[in-house]
């Protein structure tokens, strides 16, 4: 029936894509996806290895599209504590197959492609998973600018910019430059929303009453400061009508401003991640030092009701997609990690220094399906499908076209086989010393997961067992969800 051999077949799984769910065998050569067929058709076809799902779900492998790794100091105090091997080993144990990590430009150089080229430099036979790069563009210089060209020969599509942070904060003229020569390469503009003169201004009012402690960073950060920032981010693209992702959304507020826009036809797209799903400010609020495992930017929410809110846009379609934002910082580590922020005259810290982030890349998947909110399809979409096609990926990532996509599976336990268990930290595969959803019950873990066709997470025979350097840099094409317009006139205004 078939002329040679395959690589590898998976017999029996619940296959699932963003459109679809439906009992499937499938076929894998050359790393690639060869052949979807009728669940148990292939049980008797030639193949180096054979892995019976037992009819648990397979989907394309998950695709992280914002972690932080082998990262500089950017915000004072703190520096993340995976590199590109420990953060791809985390990855690939909790199902995700494909990473896009940061180059950050130094506020001093005039250039991009600097960054560019040490963070390359960085990754190159590190990562256990595929990866690419977004550009953190600090400084836009008009150099800068017209090397967005070459970012995209390159193969990178993307860039993010901070409305916040004194390191990194564009002003609102610069952010214009920024979007207008992003829509003419075609690239695909991050943008961290919160307004950094109102944070600066609250964490002085807070300074100066000596109200110091981890719980308020949350205090320093309402909800306003988000959401004045994401319309003003709104405003701004829509002056120059081109498209903008609002990242690592929290508050309710802000993803009203982005429902709103997207209602009115308005290219704008928006992720959040597990933390304003899980987690609210109460984290924030524990004995001694704790709270600060739990602070990241924005902050988690105020209660039940802001996190359902969160998962209600996803449900609707308001949240394009579901990222880690995985920014791990040690925090047992008083010189490049959380206790850095710890000192004489202010013995729990001052709220201010303490590095923003948190560990998420290992736990993202099994969180989220393990919740049982989203339909097998909307979880494929936002933690896979959409991530591939906004950055470029689709359909080699994010999808199980034959011919066309990597053989990229996250293949989980079938029902009822696992017994539901905690999460802790002493099992996972990052470089940190805590994770904020310790002893939070999941019901379900990735029991393989497959790179190009390759085994590297077997949870029952060795747990990793790719090899370092596997992963290889994914080039980049354009966004699905941008297209080549005219350029820009400004007499129509």
């Known amino acids: 029936m078939f002329d040679s051999a395959f690589d590898c077949v998976v017999l029996d799984g619940t296959v699932v894509t963003a459109a679809d769910v439906g009992r499937y065998d499938i076929a894998i050569k050359d790393g690639k996806i060869a052949l979807l067929a009728p669940a148990r058709s292939l049980s008797k076809v030639k193949a180096t290895r054979i892995i019976d799902a037992q009819g648990a779900y397979v989907m394309p492998g998950g695709v992280d599209a914002h972690v932080h790794l082998s990262e500089p100091q950017l915000f004072g105090k703190g520096r993340p504590a995976d590199d590109f091997t420990s953060g791809s080993r985390s990855a690939i144990a909790g199902g995700t197959t494909t990473i896009i990590a940061f180059a950050p430009q130094d506020r001093s150089d005039p250039s991009i492609l600097n960054a560019l080229d040490e963070a390359q430099q960085k990754a190159r036979d590190a990562a256990y998973c595929d990866y690419s790069l977004h550009l953190l563009i600090s400084n836009p210089t008009e150099q800068a600018l017209e090397e967005f060209a070459v970012l995209r020969e390159r193969g990178v599509s993307s860039i993010k910019i901070y409305m916040t942070y004194e390191v990194l904060q564009l002003r609102d003229n610069q952010i214009l430059d920024v979007l207008l020569q992003a829509r003419k390469d075609l690239i695909t503009t991050m943008i ?42 709104i405003a701004l693209s829509q002056l120059v009508e081109t498209p903008i992702l609002i990242v690592h959304v929290s508050s309710p507020l802000a993803a009203n401003n982005i429902r709103t826009a997207q209602t009115s036809g308005l290219p704008v797209f928006a992720e959040t991640c597990p933390q304003y799903m899980f987690l609210t400010r109460k984290a924030l609020d524990q004995p001694g030092f704790e709270g ?25 379609g308001t949240f394009t997609i579901l990222s880690s934002d995985h920014c791990p910082f040690i925090y047992d580590d008083n010189v490049d990690g959380k206790k850095s922020a710890i000192s004489e005259d202010a013995p729990l810290g001052r709220f201010r220094y303490i590095p923003n982030g948190c560990p998420g890349v290992e736990t993202r998947l099994a969180l989220v399906l393990s919740a049982d909110r989203l339909s097998p399809q909307k979880f494929v979409e936002v933690t896979s499908t959409n991530p591939a096609k906004l950055y470029g990926l689709y359909p080699q990532k994010g999808a199980l076209i034959p011919g066309l996509s990597d053989a990229d599976l996250t293949i989980w336990y079938p029902p009822s086989s696992l017994e ?35 085994v590297v997470w077997d949870r029952d025979n060795g747990g990793i067992v790719g090899r370092k350097g596997y992963g290889q840099f994914v080039k980049r094409g354009p966004s699905a969800f941008c297209r080549e317009q005219p350029e820009w006139d400004v007499e129509r205004y």
């Open 192 to 233: 961290h929303a919160e307004n950094g003169d109102m944070l600066t201004w609250m964490t002085e009012q807070l300074e100066r009453r000596r109200l110091l402690a981890p719980k308020y960073h949350a205090t320093s950060r309402p909800q306003i400061l988000e959401s004045e920032a994401t319309n003003r981010a």
């Open 292 to 316: 600060a495992k739990c602070v990241c930017s924005p902050p988690p929410r105020d209660g039940e009701a802001d996190l359902e809110s969160i998962w209600r846009g996803i449900e609707n």
């Open 420 to 454: 539901p268990f905690p999460v802790t930290n002493s099992a996972l595969h990052h470089n940190v010393d805590y994770i904020p959803y310790e002893g939070q019950i999941v019901s379900n873990w990735p029991r393989y997961t497959l790179v190009r066709g390759e």
